[in-house]
């Protein structure tokens, strides 16, 4: 079974960074897209970061351009989000999960361009870590 474990939550002042990390265990990768979401309470989720693992391709919402970076580490299975200049309203819970589509490179590639509208594609969502960035 997929298992997804996400990790390096924290609390932190604003200006301030955290790196996340996402172990996805059990998932056969053949080129897929694996983001990060967050979500605070009453709102929707939102898509954050993605990174197309056939090529390494990243997509970033546009909230978080410029100050998070993803990155991935095929040899351990880990997915990374490096969060830099972070601002109160990045607090949130983060969530990792990778696309479960059975098509093929293509809609997979495209699945990660349009991540952040294409949350109902992702699957093997972990439990998520809380961000916490106060002003």
């Known amino acids: 079974a997929v298992q997804t474990v996400e990790s390096g939550g924290g609390s932190v002042q604003a200006g301030g960074s955290l790196r996340l990390s996402c172990v996805i265990s059990?998932?056969?990768?053949?080129?897929?897209?694996m983001a990060w979401f967050r979500q605070t309470p009453g709102k929707q989720r939102e898509g954050v970061a993605a990174?197309?693992?056939?090529?390494?391709?990243?997509y970033y919402g546009d909230s978080v351009k410029g100050r998070f970076t993803i990155s991935r580490d095929s040899a351990k299975n880990t997915v990374y989000l490096e969060m830099n200049s972070l601002k109160a309203e990045d607090t949130a819970m983060y969530y990792c999960?990778?696309?479960?589509?059975?098509?093929?490179?293509?809609?997979?590639?495209?699945?990660?361009?349009?991540?952040?509208?294409?949350?109902?594609?992702?699957?093997?969502w972990g439990q998520g870590t809380q961000v916490t960035v106060s002003s």
């Open positions: 059990g998932y056969t990768d053949n080129g897929n897209c």
């Open positions: 990174i197309f693992t056939g090529g390494g391709s990243t």
């Open positions: 999960a990778a696309d479960r589509s059975s098509g093929g490179r293509y809609t997979r590639l495209e699945i990660c361009k349009r991540f952040g509208d294409k949350e109902f594609d992702f699957g093997y």
